[in-house]
DNA sequence: CGCCGCTTTGATGGAGATCAACCTTCGTGG
DNA sequence: CCACGAAGGTTGATCTCCATCAAAGCGGCG
């Protein structure tokens, strides 16, 4: 069930084969199904734990007033989302479904358990949380920054990574569902542009992007195009020198 | 030395005696001044412990590769910048100073000690990591959707609630060192259009901005232009059933 | 005084938004 | 099994916000 967590953690410290039970355990306790386009999580509600992502992708978001929306980022199995938000009244944005989405609760408790029990896994656990704040700060980059084929490049190459440190990468190719317009919402560019630049992209032959799957052809020329630089992901095993010996 | 961090805190949780003299012997031990516009830490750097800002201004930033930056984030006094990142083997992005800037080394193992030693002082960091997340959230919104002068309008209104929040407000004004410049890395505009803006604000009687001070004429309507929602800062108290009593 | 960092102004160009269709695919029900 | 509708993708025309380039003010300080 976690397994995608797991394997995304790894790539921080060696978990001993008693840890990854642990989480495997906590990842089974309140597993949930919901369908594509539904809201997991709202802004205002309040919440109790930390969602983890099984299956599926999701998609964290807020609204303007006026009606334009937001994607601040995408969550894809193996993701946590929210790591100690309970200590907050309530949630500043919402949590939604793009496709159909198997969630496991992990409740205040389970997470303190697992957190006291291990500080190795209580390390892995902060080391994915300050990544997730890491990819935060890139989007604002993206944002700021590139230029519409650089940032849908950079995402591009972000979620293929991200993807492939769980375990859910096939060779140059990973599932990639988010539609053009949830794409539009997350680079802050029109659906029509969206559309043009995946065509450029296309026609560059750095990608192929169809039925939900995202094909790369040249890892390298799309890395140079969006001036991807890897490191802010930190899959080197910052946590080595912790290693679990089993 | 640490009351901007103290009053900070203390939106979320009151804190003892004790805990309120723990922070400020923690914020006092390690102790140094930096000169306006130098690097206090740098990309690729391995961090060892977490900053406090006591005084003076910073941002994090970041590089790309053909030379355009975009600024992060700026860190005010109170702020701590990168909890446990010296989980990490080195920084994903750099700090630098924007004015002369007073700092506060503070040691992995002073930071645990504060942690281990009251859970409330622990759950306050904790809250403060999650709002410096919100921030950053609420950055990607701002420049995926606000066009320019909804933009600055944003970034006045947070950094002045901001400052605020920490007692480093005055009435209706606070510290705003950033240049033009800075503040066009920060907001992904050219410096050109930077000034453009700040007339067509001033001209609107939305803001005054002169010798590193800002005074907002009107905050309803400054906060109705940005379409700025508190909510995202927590600043009401989200730990009042754990306040201490004395 | 004269220089340097910062701000301001004007003129021009371009990336991407917006508007309005049209097309394609696919699931659903008659 | 085809009709139809909805959701997603594609295209063309036009407009606008903001970037870029270039130069000129301005204030503070050595």
Redesign the interface.
């Known amino acids: 069930m976690s397994q995608a967590l797991i394997r995304k953690l790894q790539n ?1 410290v060696k978990l001993s084969a008693a840890e990854q039970r642990a989480i495997e355990r906590a990842g089974s306790e309140r597993v949930r199904r919901i369908g594509a386009h539904e809201d997991i999580l709202r802004e205002g509600d309040k919440p109790n734990g930390a969602l983890l992502i099984v299956d599926g992708w999701a998609c ?1 978001y ?1 609204y ?3 009606g ?3 994607i ?2 995408f969550s894809v199995p193996g993701d946590i989302c ?1 790591l ?2 309970f ?4 949630m ?2 919402s949590i939604g479904s793009l496709t159909e989405v198997v969630v496991a609760d992990l409740s205040r408790e389970t997470l303190e358990g697992l957190m006291s029990g291990s500080t190795r896994i209580a ?1 892995a656990l ?2 994915d ?2 990544v ?3 990819i ?2 890139e ?3 993206n ?4 230029d519409a084929v650089e940032r849908m490049s950079h995402l591009f190459c972000e979620l293929f990574l991200r993807q492939k440190s769980a375990g859910r990468a096939q060779g140059n190719s990973c599932d990639f569902p988010p539609t053009q317009a949830e794409l539009g919402d ?3 560019l029109s659906t029509v542009h969206v559309n043009r630049t995946l065509q450029q992209m296309r026609s560059a032959d750095l990608i192929t992007l169809q039925n939900k799957r995202l094909v790369i052809n040249d890892i390298d020329a799309l890395m140079r195009q969006a ?1 991807f ?1 890897p ?2 992901l ?1 899959l ?1 095993r ?2 080595a020198h912790l290693d679990a010996n089993d």
């Open positions: 921080f964290r807020k303007l007033e006026d334009r929306r937001q601040v980022g929210d100690n938000v200590l907050l009244k309530e500043d944005h390390h902060w080391w949380n300050l997730a704040n890491a935060q700060r989007w604002t980059i944002l700021g920054q590139r997350a680079t802050g001036m630089n490191s802010y930190h080197d910052d946590g």
